[in-house]
């Protein structure tokens, strides 16, 4: 990857405050960019006081920071107004039990939310690239023993069904109107700063000797990706000709299973946590394993650490932050 594509370069991301994009937004700043965030407005964040929970840090450092409701088309002209050249699109209602009792305030999020960006885009004469955010939620359960991006999207949450429809919808756009639109499905993203998923919680349960609660067998599997290998990929989505027109997985074509992944993060955190099951939860995905082989073959990419290197250091970051808010 050519890393002085983004110096001076003007770049927005929105869902910028969250877990995978503020270890973006902290890259792209440590790589020249201009960094503009656009962030969930509240009664703090749209005043002067931007009080931000995982980029407060860089602040200081940014262009311009977007308050904002994004599945408002208020948004639109405020985005229009920074004029960026290159948007990463991540903001999204991701927790997928708050799907089950929300689903309309996660559609107008996930897929209003990406409308909007997609308009605002099509006002951006100097765009280069938009990189829309999809999930390996949309596939569901795997129907063979790696998922591809030709695996039926078969989605089993309404979170689910809502990223498949911002997903179709993104990809519309770059056929009807040719925007230099890229869609990027990461599969389970884990590290510093994830505060919801199954790791995150684990951890935190095993730092505090609490008993572990696993839903159902515990036999359903993920494929997990460290956050840093996920940056990469969100980077090279973001630069390379090769992804304009493209729907991408990221991932490690490994799966483990969650009971694997809590003896795991007990063993590495030392932890004297008992594993407890509790009953299934509903939708639940059984099995997850990407199918990379078109990131290798496109841009070589492919995963450098592994899930007990990845798990080692977030513990050691969750350790280090147990007692802060």
């Known amino acids: 990857m050519n890393q002085n594509y983004w110096s001076r370069k003007k770049v927005l991301v929105t869902g910028a405050d969250g877990f995978i994009g503020s270890h973006l937004t902290e890259k792209l700043l440590a790589l020249g960019a201009r960094v503009s965030v656009l962030v969930r407005g509240t009664s703090i964040n749209g005043t002067n006081q931007f009080h931000l929970r995982n980029t407060n840090h860089l602040k200081k450092k940014l262009d311009h920071i977007i308050a904002v409701n994004i599945g408002s088309t208020d948004c639109i002209p405020l985005v229009t107004r920074v004029k960026p050249q290159v948007i990463f699109h991540l903001a999204a209602d991701a927790y997928v039990p708050y799907s089950f009792d929300r689903p309309l305030e996660v559609m107008t999020t996930n897929l209003h939310g990406t409308l909007n960006m997609l308009a605002a885009a099509l006002r951006l004469k100097r765009l280069e690239r938009i990189v829309c955010t999809s999930s390996s939620e949309v596939y569901g359960s795997a129907l063979k023993s790696s998922i591809d991006e030709n695996h039926p999207l078969n989605p089993t949450s309404p979170y689910a069904a809502s990223k498949v429809s911002a997903d179709r919808f993104a990809y519309s756009y770059y056929q009807t109107y040719g925007l ?118 496109l841009f070589g990419w492919r995963p450098k650490i592994s899930i007990e290197e990845g798990l080692r250091r977030n513990i050691e970051w969750a350790r280090e932050h147990q007692n802060q808010n």
């Open 180 to 297: 230099p639109l890229a869609i990027i499905r990461p599969f389970n993203t884990y590290g510093p700063r994830h505060t919801y998923d199954v790791i995150p919680k684990f951890i935190r349960m095993a730092l505090c000797n609490e008993p572990i609660t696993i839903h159902g067998t515990g036999e359903q599997s993920r494929d997990f990706t460290y956050v840093d290998d996920m940056v990469r990929a969100f980077l090279l989505m973001g630069h390379s000709p090769k992804a304009v027109g493209e729907v991408v997985n990221f991932g490690t074509h490994k799966d483990i299973s969650i009971n694997r992944t809590a003896r795991l993060i007990v063993e590495l955190s030392q932890s004297k946590s008992k594993i407890i099951h509790i009953p299934k939860r509903i939708a639940e995905v059984q099995k997850l394993r990407c199918d990379a082989s078109k990131a290798y073959r």
